[in-house]
């Protein structure tokens, strides 16, 4: 599976961008695909997720009321629309994708996604 993610830039604070990731190659056992990030200096953190079984999406609280996640699992696409930005969410944006089944708390665990796209930067300034 590659994931093909797009959609950063510079924006400033109470802007709002949309990311897309595009999943191709043996797609159809992904069971999960959630979006995380890096910003300098710290590790990378959960963001948001889709549970492509019940459409459950789940939501880091730094980003929850803000963040919106959705998806297409026909197209193996999922976007993130990120609304009221602060300088804060500055960071690289990672989409990930899931295989196996695993319990709700394992969605926010990277370490439960097995393929990861590229990144894509995302600033926001002040």
């Known amino acids: 599976v590659q994931l093909q993610a797009s959609g950063g830039g510079l924006v400033q604070a109470g802007d709002s961008l949309r990311l897309s990731c595009a999943a191709s190659?043996?797609?159809?056992?992904?069971?999960?695909m959630g979006w995380f990030r890096q910003a300098p200096g710290k590790v990378r953190e959960f963001v948001s997720a889709i549970k492509w079984s019940t459409s459950g999406t789940y939501y880091a609280d730094s980003v929850k009321g803000r963040f919106t996640i959705s998806g297409d699992n026909a197209k193996n696409t999922v976007y993130l629309q990120m609304d009221s930005l602060k300088p804060e969410d500055t960071a690289v944006y990672y989409c990930a994708a899931g295989t196996r089944p695993l319990g709700i708390t394992s969605i926010y665990a990277g370490r439960s996604y097995d393929y990861w796209g590229q990144g894509t930067q995302v600033t926001v300034s002040s």
């Open positions: 190659g043996r797609t159809s056992g992904t069971v999960r």
